[in-house]
């Protein structure tokens, strides 16, 4: 499995080799840097540790993290990551050289705040009549029986928080790789906003 850590910068839209326009979402994907090696007689699992993004001040970092960074002679990184891929040391780079044009990959984001939504814009419902006069438009409507069981079940799809969630959107492809300006262009949307950070994987 490859991945690396970008930011979602947005979208544009790009003309293949037919002249069709395809939508695409921006990321840029900065080089990180192996920080720790996890091993089995260790840690008891293998994976390696990588740090993204060197553009947080020293003095918001804690004493133990700038005392780990240290130890493996890196910069401080503001973001950390761990992967199960093997074969890397401390200090080397993780860099979108592994991926190219028309690979799939998988990308994961925190879906964008929605705050405190109702049942219709939540979860879909259908709502009540439109006519005037109606009285139930956007309401939930029942909830649930009465006497028996004298409770609402749990996971009722109700109006509540929405938003802020993990998201993983499977088999986007690749629409282009612009190494040298550290940005790799994916076809369709992606999760989060502006400047949120995704993590994309490559299944090997």
């Not at 005392?67 to 860099?95: C, H, N, W, Y």
């Not at 004298?150 to 802020?164: A, E, I, L, Q």
């Not at 949120?196 to 994987?201: A, L």
């Given at each position: 499995?490859?991945?690396?850590?970008?930011?979602?910068?947005?979208?544009?839209?790009?003309?293949?080799?037919?002249?069709?326009?395809?939508?695409?979402?921006?990321?840029?994907?900065?080089?990180?840097t192996v920080v720790e090696v996890k091993t089995m007689e260790k840690h008891g699992y293998e994976a390696i540790k990588v740090g993204?993004?060197?553009?947080?001040?020293?003095?918001?970092?804690?004493?133990?993290?700038?005392?780990?960074?240290?130890?493996?002679?890196?910069?401080?990184?503001?973001?950390?990551?761990?992967?199960?891929?093997?074969?890397?040391?401390?200090?080397?780079?993780?860099?979108?050289?592994?991926?190219?044009?028309?690979?799939?990959?998988?990308?994961?984001?925190?879906?964008?705040?929605?705050?405190?939504?109702?049942?219709?814009?939540?979860?879909?419902?259908?709502?009540?009549?439109?006519?005037?006069?109606?009285?139930?438009?956007?309401?939930?409507?029942?909830?649930?029986?009465?006497?028996?069981?004298?409770?609402?079940?749990?996971?009722?799809?109700?109006?509540?928080?929405?938003?802020?969630?993990r998201v993983t959107v499977k088999n986007l492809k690749v629409a282009d790789v612009r190494a040298e300006q550290n940005l790799i262009l994916i076809e369709g949307a992606v999760p989060g906003g502006k400047n949120s950070v995704v993590e994309i994987r490559k299944e090997?």
């Amino acid at each position: 499995m490859t991945s690396i850590v970008g930011r979602k910068l947005g979208m544009t839209q790009i003309f293949d080799e037919s002249g069709r326009a395809v939508p695409v979402t921006v990321i840029e994907a900065r080089p990180g840097t192996v920080v720790e090696v996890k091993t089995m007689e260790k840690h008891g699992y293998e994976a390696i540790k990588v740090g993204f993004f060197e553009d947080k001040k020293e003095k918001h970092y804690t004493k133990p993290e700038l005392g780990m960074f240290k130890k493996s002679g890196v910069e401080p990184q503001r973001l950390l990551r761990e992967f199960a891929v093997g074969d890397k040391a401390v200090g080397d780079k993780i860099t979108l050289e592994s991926f190219a044009a028309g690979d799939n990959v998988n990308v994961i984001g925190t879906s964008k705040g929605k705050g405190f939504q109702g049942g219709m814009k939540r979860h879909n419902f259908k709502g009540g009549p439109g006519g005037h006069g109606s009285m139930f438009n956007r309401a939930p409507g029942s909830i649930g029986s009465s006497a028996t069981p004298s409770r609402v079940f749990k996971g009722k799809r109700m109006p509540g928080h929405m938003g802020t969630d993990r998201v993983t959107v499977k088999n986007l492809k690749v629409a282009d790789v612009r190494a040298e300006q550290n940005l790799i262009l994916i076809e369709g949307a992606v999760p989060g906003g502006k400047n949120s950070v995704v993590e994309i994987r490559k299944e090997n």
